[in-house]
């Protein structure tokens, strides 16, 4: 099951956040978003992506 990383909800599977390296993750999230052009993101502002991939809106 795919989880998502409670720092910087980055979707992912394993053990650690491919993005920031963190262990702390839930599997209860809602919505997603996947970021092509951080640049040019405004939800991906608005939500504070860190950086290009798969990222949940929310993360319960
Ligand atoms: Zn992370």
Redesign the pocket.
Known sequence: MRKA??????I?EGQN??????NQ?SESWKGRIIVLDLENSEIAKKIKI?SKGEFAIKVG
């Open positions: 990383c409670r720092k910087c909800k980055a992912f956040c491919p993005v920031c390296k963190g993750f860190p």
